[in-house]
């Protein structure tokens, strides 16, 4: 069985739709954003990058729950505009678990994070909902996120080794369903894990996203671990060290 993380279980929505589901939208002044939210929405995760790039990212889903698979995701800079927006695209996943995602001409974020959150949530509806009752179950997980970055999560600094480099890094993590009213209703997958690892010295920020839904016993391994992972920039080690260096 090949699982596809945008389409088990729930209605596809266009993928131009999809890369502003988990964008906060406000006008300066009127809201206050968490410290989580800031690092993760409403930074310039782009502005060390002044060339081409490609951003090869790995991805790997393990656990005894069900099989896993492993896959890539590539996020590609095409040009550096005057403004210092870029155009960009993303292939997220190959082969029959590829998602559509359309290129942008002007953008100053790594779609990876809001492309993965959603399909995170479309698999917490088919995890939850096997009879396929309750097709829209993923807009409650989705709120449950958005409320977990507000006023749940935790930010701490950690250092991360890329390209053979220990560069400093900022890790937000977060239990979206530890004390959710309605856990019970998927009590197996409510104590599931996100952390979010972020580098303003890394091109393209994103470092690392990882969840955890952990075994019912504190020895038993993990039903799900899914673990996205920058691991390469092209083209060559010029343009990386030389975005490094800023």
Not at 158 to 169: D, H, I, S
Request: charged share 25%; hydrophobic share 40%.
């Amino acid at each position: 069985m090949t699982i596809n993380r945008f389409r088990t279980g729930v209605r596809c929505v266009m993928a131009a739709a999809l890369l502003q589901l988990f964008v906060l939208t406000a006008v300066a002044g009127e809201a206050e954003f968490s410290q989580a939210e800031t690092l993760l929405w409403m930074t310039d995760q782009l502005k060390m990058i002044e060339q081409p790039l490609q951003l090869n990212y790995a991805f790997e889903r393990t656990g005894t729950f069900e099989p896993g698979f492993s896959d890539k995701v590539t996020f590609t800079i095409r040009a550096v505009k005057d403004d210092g927006t870029k155009a960009a695209s993303v292939d997220f996943f190959t082969g029959e678990r590829r998602f559509e995602v359309p290129p942008v001409e002007s953008t100053n974020v790594n779609p990876i994070l809001k492309i993965y959150l959603q399909g995170d949530v479309y698999e917490m509806n088919r995890l939850t909902d096997p009879d396929g009752k309750s097709r829209e179950r993923w807009r409650y997980f989705q709120r449950r996120i958005k409320f977990a970055m507000a006023d749940a999560a935790s930010v701490e600094n950690v250092t991360v080794n890329f390209n053979g480099e220990a560069l400093p890094a900022v890790r937000v993590s977060f239990s979206p369903y530890a004390n959710d009213p309605k856990r019970a209703l998927f009590e197996e997958f409510a104590d599931k894990s996100y952390r979010i690892v972020v580098s303003d010295k890394i091109p393209g920020y994103i470092y690392s996203i990882e969840t955890v839904i952990p075994g019912s016993g504190p020895d038993d391994l993990p039903l799900i671990r899914e673990f996205l992972q920058l691991v390469s920039v092209e083209p060559g080690t010029a343009a990386h060290s030389a975005a490094l260096t800023k």
